[in-house]
């Protein structure tokens, strides 16, 4: 079908690039006009070219249009063809690139041509398709007024329902167990009266809690797009009109299927409306995770505003603002200390449990909570800036995400109710040619079982409950999945590959061994190099400055490129360098050669002194391990993963450090750029390769892998590159991100495996596959009780991830624990 299509395209600088990417669009089969204006950067197509096609051609071309992503909150869906239906809708809207919906958040994801689509007609294609939608606008307050109010109604539906089929069932049901009673109750009301009170209350249950069934299921059944809601309009309509016609119209039904379900189709109301409230229930303790994230930032502040200090709304915060802080309050927004010193609870947005000290200059984060000492800050990030509110949006985006085992689910519910429909029919045709008297009677129960035992609900839920809870669950462990699929990939690694400087060690050089010669004291050897090197900014300079306590002299300082220094300090002269350094000098250094030795294979710098001529100290500089590094590494290796190290270091420092921690493969002596092909080699030899880093030269890595973890300490472009963060920056984040995706995993193939078992075990027991062998026939009541309780069960099953612990120990001086973690296989 032809359309024209209007949107932006981006890096277009010239007449020229836009000539290049108008004639890619021309040139796009299906496409028959095409322009680009330079002017506003817009393109302008007709045809029947799809917008990927599109989007392909501009990409080629080197001139991608721009993309934006729309955020909708989807209102009636009850099962896995609702959403289904409404995502294959959006995806049909000229301008839409894809779309993602999500059952158990509610939301739809719609990535479009930026400026090709507007929200309104999104907004208008999903109440075309049967629900209600609404642009989601995200906030830092949970939104959980609106979640009260559905659940509220939905238990007042539910107990209407109950209120009214009650008697009705009584009456039924209590006959068949103590047949005196049937008999009491016909003598004292009467048998007519008695079933036209079942058809007025069983009536008001149907046009009252039981509504929605119809109002959405019939209209999509005349659509030829059944959903759940079709099969139990259908299932208890069947129910309900086969006992009106018997109570009304006797005589068009034989004598022996004169009899009334009306119960039936109470019941199945009720027992389904109670799994709705349960399910809602639980899937609202889901989101418990971004809830308490979302609460952490307070309401209001106290803002230093024109020499007086007065308490506003956080949301009037601006960048520049002096905020004081109480002990005890929480952070507002992300900010640095100007004046105090205090410690702070940084536990609900790291994972870490010890707090933090914090003093002039250091940096704040918004959400975690101040110590018992007044702090004064500088406002450096508000609003949707924050670290609070990108971690926020981090975890929302994960949680709806799909991941690829979903797809199997997503094809299946696509023709899952036509296909129970199909086999509805079938089975009333089976029992109406070879089912025993009353036949009729029997192939109704029998086809109604089946419309109302089915359930796509827990086929649709299986997988983004177990996101939802799995993620949030790992946002409060400190890790972060910026993109949902790695969840998935994650567990599914081979090899943990580590990149060496500021992702196992700190990252920062400290002074870690040292040899004296010739009498000299360490302290004054330390006083007089910390003097030398007090205005230098190398690392090596600064971790020699850093372990001297006491005053730093005068010094005169002239730089030897590539050897050392010289200086003079306090009257005294003083080498510090290399060995080159001091045998230009002519000082003898034969006595520190095991010093030497030693600091080399141990993997260290080693750094020589001279005072006043002769050799005075061998100082030893390394960058140490981190505390948690040596318990990170045993623990994944006995989670059954290959443990590698890629790092530009030398091959003695990488073989020192690899030594440590119990590493057998080592890529040493690797140029940055090379790090993304030690990956790639690393993928061909063993499989699916994580690599975790948090330098700029770790990017290319972080993008190459299968899943790129970045320290959350890291660079902005090392983050932006990772699928993963791990905000505390600590190794052991590692362990926690890899044991949530394991159990996320295992929790959603037990999901999966139980909503495709049941349906394919019950839905022939409710056709009456039994009722042969051992006369068994499955009630429509109890086909509702089992439907209702396959969704309950599925989501039930993925709050046990809020469970999840830590694998290692709070003390990161201890070993790791016997792991816990399972392995892909289970």
């Known amino acids: 079908m032809s359309q024209a299509l209007r949107f932006e395209v981006s890096r277009l600088s010239c007449a020229g690039c836009a000539g290049r990417a108008e004639r890619a669009l021309a040139g796009t089969a299906g496409v028959s006009e095409a322009s680009v204006n330079i002017a506003n950067k817009m393109a302008q197509v007709s045809g029947s070219a799809s917008s990927a096609d599109l989007q392909k051609a501009l990409v080629g071309a080197g001139y991608p249009a721009v993309e934006a992503t729309v955020r909708l909150k989807i209102n009636g869906m009850s099962c896995a063809s609702c959403s289904g239906r409404v995502e294959r809708a959006l995806a049909e809207v000229p301008g839409v690139l894809s779309a993602s919906v999500n059952l158990a958040t509610e939301m739809a994801d719609v990535t479009i ?36 109010t559905a659940l509220a109604a939905l238990r007042g539906k539910t107990l209407f329902a109950a209120a009214l089929t009650l008697p009705v069932f009584i009456a039924e049901m209590g006959g068949h167990l103590y047949p005196p009673f049937h008999m009491w109750l016909h003598g004292l009301i009467g048998a007519t009266p008695l079933l036209l009170a079942q058809f007025i209350l069983i009536t008001l249950v149907m046009i009252g809690p039981g509504r929605q069934f119809y109002r959405i299921g019939l209209p999509l059944l005349t659509k030829g797009a059944p959903d759940m809601n079709s099969l139990v309009a259908l299932g208890t309509l069947a129910a309900w009109g086969y006992s009106t016609v018997a109570l009304f119209l006797p005589s068009l039904l034989p004598e022996e299927g004169r009899a009334v379900y009306f119960e039936s189709a109470g019941v199945i109301i009720t027992l389904i409306l109670l799994g709705r409230w349960l399910e809602a229930r639980a899937k609202g303790r889901t989101g418990d995770a971004i809830r308490a994230l979302q609460t952490l930032r307070p309401d209001t502040a106290r803002v230093e505003r024109d020499g007086a200090i007065e308490e506003i709304a956080v949301e009037a915060i601006a960048p520049g603002d002096i905020i004081h802080l109480r002990p005890g309050e929480r952070i507002a927004v992300d900010g640095e200390v100007l004046t105090g010193r205090s410690y702070v609870d940084e536990s609900m947005i790291s994972g870490e449990p010890l707090p933090v000290e914090k003093a002039e200059g250091a940096a704040l984060t918004g959400g975690t909570v101040n110590g018992q000492s007044s702090l004064t800050f500088r406002a450096t990030r508000v609003g949707s800036d924050t670290v609070l509110a990108r971690i926020i949006a981090m975890v929302e985006q994960a949680q709806g995400a799909k991941l690829p085992i979903q797809a199997v689910a997503d094809r299946v519910v696509r023709i899952f109710v036509p296909v129970v429909m199909g086999i509805a029919a079938l089975t009333v045709l089976v029992w109406l040619l070879f089912g025993p008297s009353p036949v009729l009677s029997y192939a109704l129960v029998a086809g109604v079982s089946v419309l109302i035992i089915a359930c796509p609900c827990a086929m649709g839920l299986a997988t983004p409950t177990s996101i939802m809870v799995g993620t949030g669950r790992a946002a409060q462990l400190g890790v972060l999945f910026r993109k949902g699929d790695a969840l998935q990939r994650l567990g599914e690694s081979k090899v943990i590959a580590f990149d060496k400087t500021g992702t196992l060690t700190r990252g920062t050089p400290v002074l870690s061994s040292h040899a004296l010669f010739g009498g000299a004291a360490y302290d004054d050897v330390l006083q007089l190099v910390a003097s030398a090197e007090d205005r230098s900014e190398h690392p090596i300079a600064r971790a020699l400055v850093a372990a001297n306590s006491r005053p730093i002299l005068k010094a005169e300082v002239e730089a030897v490129a590539g050897h050392g220094l010289k200086a003079t300090v306090d009257g005294r002269t003083v080498l510090i360098g290399n060995v080159r350094l001091m045998k230009d000098a002519g000082i003898e250094v034969d006595a520190a050669q095991p010093a030497l030795d030693e600091a080399a294979s141990r993997g260290e710098t080693p750094v020589l002194v001279a005072i006043d001529g002769a050799l005075a100290a061998a100082l030893s500089v390394a960058d ?34 690899a030594s440590d921690l119990g590493i057998d493969d080592i890529r040493a002596e690797v140029l940055p750029g090379d790090k993304a092909d030690a990956v790639r080699q690393l993928r061909d030899e063993f499989g699916p390769v994580t ?124 070993e790791a624990e016997v792991c816990p973690i399972p392995t892909p296989a289970e």
């Open 113 to 148: 041509l930026k400026g090709a689509v507007e929200t309104q007609t999104l907004v208008k294609t999903v109440k075309a398709s049967g629900y209600e939608a609404a642009l989601n606008t995200p906030s830092a307050k949970p939104q959980t007024d609106e979640a009260k």
């Open 624 to 657: 140490q391990l981190k505390s948690d590094a040596k318990a990170t590494i045993a623990a994944l290796q006995q989670a059954g993963l290959r443990v590698a190290l890629i790092t530009g270091d030398s091959k003695a420092t990488a073989k020192a450090i």
């Open 691 to 814: 690599f975790v880093g948090d330098g700029i030269n770790d990017a290319p890595a972080l993008a190459e892998a299968d899943v790129g973890m970045a320290m959350g300490t890291g660079t902005d472009i090392a983050i932006e590159a990772g699928d993963v963060i791990l905000s505390s920056g600590d190794t052991k984040s590692v362990v926690n991100a890899l044991t949530v995706s394991r159990h996320t995993m295992r929790n959603i193939r037990q999901n999966l495996a139980w909503a495709f078992g049941y349906n394919v075990v019950l839905i022939p027991v409710a056709a009456g596959v039994l009722y042969p062998a051992f006369g068994l026939l499955l009630s429509p009541m109890l086909a509702a009780g089992a439907m209702a309780l396959s969704s309950v069960f599925v989501v039930s099953n993925a709050l046990r991830l809020r469970r999840v612990q830590p694998v290692l120990k709070e003390d990161p001086r201890t």
